[in-house]
């Protein structure tokens, strides 16, 4: 039998294939990578602490390959697929996300690997959105707007077969992989036709923009692309001094000496043209895809994300306006709010508000042991902390960067209840909870530097 080749490594041959992609789609998003590298290159001159932490984290070899897309689906039958051929390149839905409170029609999971060693080795993630069709509120658009996705094939029949033999035979060898990444990237290519009339896009488009972008096309064009940054704000103010055009605020906490969580801004969607081919062919345009950059910080326990969705909504309930529309009024309110959240590492781990990895500090072997006790081996130095970065998402954050590439006039909100349970039914699995994988790699970390300590 052939050698299997790692998921690690179709995953990574996958993710540079989409962004070669998507640099000739988006030319600009090219420009932002360029600007990005710039940035953190910068950062990691500058601030000696930062690089140590990336170093001892594995991080640091792995900034240039960060990478996370988005894409959005119609129908449960190309969900279940989807995580069947994501599942080939180990990548595993993680959380659950409800963005219709914010006003877009979709629930979401996140796709990626689970182990701290398949994440060093790639981190691409791909956000992936299924649309709700029973918040379309007119039944007979939303009749037919079900016909024609239902009309559709997004896999090729190729990375069917491939994803069938992966199943069987328990992987692929080297030449099926590349077979594999060819035949699946053409699912997430653009389309400058779409199969629908003009008409039929219009009245998609008046009931959210989101919803003309699932139905009016032949496949889920990836929507964005995401490189790390490791100074957002930096980036924030190059995108426009060097003609990018920037959405109006950075999603998610402040800037803090120890980053938590997830930042991300963007920059503004882009307007394509389009033929309509559903009744003639017609001329016209679409605006969906733009290019993000987020800033990753600590993975955060649920004590500590309640204390962030407190210190958010504080925030935000103190504005008199929307944050887009008074960016700097924004900014001091979420500055204020969150002097409650401890900025250094040490406390965030006393107070059980982060996720850490154990480290044996490089001189531990001339160190007192003690009791060995982990409070007394951190206390004498043998063993050290490093945080867990989050390799997740936030529902706000995820719902404003949609929200401001849809324009103003997009719906505030949804009455459609959360329902998790009937998304994991249409993905054909239950999602991980990402607090117990950020867990299981905080006592795994532990046990290792124990077993390391008892020879």
């Not at 009931?207 to 139905?215: E, G, N, T």
């Not at 969580?261 to 081919?277: H, M, P, Y």
């Amino acid at each position: 039998m052939s050698q299997f080749i790692p998921k690690a490594d179709i995953r990574h041959a996958f993710s540079l294939a989409m962004s070669k992609m998507y640099q000739t789609e988006v030319p600009l998003y090219k420009d932002l990578m360029d600007l990005v590298a710039d940035i953190n290159a910068d950062t990691l001159a500058k601030d000696g602490e930062l690089k140590q932490h990336l170093s001892n984290t594995g991080e640091l070899s792995r900034i240039d390959l960060e990478r996370h897309g988005a894409i959005r689906l119609g129908l449960p039958s190309e969900l279940a697929t989807m995580r069947r051929l994501f599942a080939v390149m180990g990548m595993y839905p993680v959380g659950y996300y409800d963005l219709a409170p914010a006003g877009v029609p979709v629930h979401s999971t996140a796709f990626r690997a689970i182990d701290s060693a398949e994440l060093q080795i790639s981190p691409f993630r791909v956000f992936c959105s299924l649309l709700r069709p029973e918040l379309i509120d007119d039944d007979k658009l939303r009749d037919t707007a079900l016909q024609t996705l239902q009309n559709r094939q997004i896999f090729s029949d190729g990375v069917l077969a491939l994803i069938d033999k992966c199943e069987q035979d328990g992987g692929l060898n080297a030449d099926d992989a590349d077979k594999f990444v060819s035949e699946a990237i053409k699912t997430f290519q653009w389309h400058k036709t779409s199969p629908i009339s003009k008409a039929f896009y219009e009245q998609l488009l008046s009931q959210h923009r989101l919803i003309a972008d699932v139905v009016g096309f032949y496949g889920p064009h990836i929507n964005h692309l995401t490189p790390r940054t490791l100074d957002i704000d930096a980036v924030q103010d190059e995108m426009g001094r060097r003609g990018i055009t920037a959405k109006e605020i950075i999603e998610g906490p402040p800037r803090r000496n120890c980053p938590i969580l997830l930042r991300q801004t963007s920059f503004k969607a882009l307007n394509e043209a389009i033929i309509f081919t559903g009744d003639g062919q017609e001329a016209g345009s679409h605006t969906a895809r733009f290019g993000e950059i987020e800033q990753r910080g600590i993975a955060l326990t649920p004590k500590g994300r309640a204390l962030y969705d407190e210190l958010l909504a504080k925030a935000r309930a103190n504005l008199a306006t929307t944050p887009e529309k008074d960016p700097d009024a924004y900014y001091q309110a979420l500055s204020e709010s969150f002097t409650a959240f401890p900025d250094d590492y040490q406390t965030l781990y006393n107070d059980g508000l982060a996720y850490f990895y154990y480290q044996l500090s490089d001189d531990f072997a001339s160190k007192d042991m003690g009791d060995k006790s982990v409070q007394t081996l951190l206390n004498n130095g043998v063993l050290r902390l490093e945080p867990i970065v989050y390799e997740d998402f936030l529902p706000v954050s995820a719902a404003g960067i949609f929200q401001s590439n849809l324009g103003d006039d997009a719906k505030s909100g949804y009455d459609g209840a959360s329902n998790q349970v009937a998304f994991e039914r249409d993905l054909g699995v239950a999602v991980y909870d990402e607090c117990t994988l950020y867990q299981a790699m905080m006592d795994k970390s532990l046990a290792e530097c124990l077993e390391k300590l008892s020879k």
